[in-house]
């Protein structure tokens, strides 16, 4: 799935968006004015931007402005307000948004402009000269190695071993118990994906003693998002809480 940066400073709206995105399967990062915008851009390079135009330090055309005079505008921008023009939403246009959202914003418009913004063409790096391209090693059964897989071989997957580190577990074993990391493969996806959740978010919740604010580094979810996830999944993220 994407990185998505949403860029509003309406916390209300981040939120929802945030949590729509997520449970999309997206890495969401927020940011609430265009200088944590620039931020995260530089940080986490985005698969895809959502831009409010009306901020309070600098508006989104501008910060849009800015980006694509510096080189930065690499990855698709999708433009939201709802007091904006069509003026405005033309002009955003012209200088690189690929499309325009109107707050309020519906679910089903919201996952098909983003849905689109992300089969955009991205600026690709050159390639590489095929005199200098080494070939890598085809792993026995991998699509495309044109080899069986050696005698004996096993083909594996990783799962989470108890003491919360990756366990690799034959991919037989796997199919045979209908497991994977004490997650059961009968469960509908959505079910199944909550039932891993919970485990990986206890694991982390018991690693760093309740400090939710290593649990937020370590998981890469803004702190009230992260409390949303967790009574979500029906996990108490009080006790034993560290400052």
Do not use: C
């Not at 399967?25 to 927020?30: D, K, N, S, V």
């Not at 330090?57 to 800015?66: M, N, Q, Y």
């Not at 991205?122 to 069986?148: C, E, S």
């Not at 799962?159 to 118990?177: F, H, I, K, N, R």
């Amino acid at each position: 799935m994407a990185r998505i940066l949403v860029v509003d400073d309406e916390i209300g709206i981040r939120e929802l968006l945030s949590e729509i995105l997520y449970d999309e399967g997206h890495t969401i990062e927020l940011a609430e004015n265009a200088a944590q915008a620039r931020e995260a851009r530089l940080r986490s390079r985005p698969d895809l931007v959502l831009l409010d135009i009306w901020m309070p330090d600098t508006d989104g055309v501008s910060l849009l402005k800015e980006w694509g005079s510096q080189g930065l505008l690499d990855m698709p921008v999708i433009m939201m307000s709802g007091h904006a023009t069509i003026d405005t939403a033309v002009e955003a246009t012209r200088i690189g948004a690929i499309d325009f959202l109107e707050k309020p914003i519906t679910l089903q418009r919201l996952l098909k402009t983003v849905a689109a913004g992300l089969t955009r063409t991205r600026i690709t790096p050159p390639a590489v000269p095929a005199a200098a391209a080494a070939p890598a090693p085809a792993l026995a059964g991998a699509p495309g190695a044109g080899v069986a897989p050696a005698a004996g071989a096993e083909t594996r997957s990783v799962a989470a071993g108890a003491d919360g580190q990756a366990a690799v577990l034959p991919a037989a074993t796997t199919a045979a118990t209908g497991q994977l990391g004490g997650v059961s493969l009968d469960l509908p996806l959505r079910e199944a994906r909550d039932a891993f959740e919970r485990i990986y978010f206890e694991y982390h919740l018991g690693r760093e003693n309740h400090s939710m604010t290593r649990v937020s580094e370590k998981t890469g979810l803004e702190r009230t998002h992260l409390y949303r996830k967790l009574k979500q999944l029906g996990i108490e993220s009080s006790r034993k809480r560290a400052v």
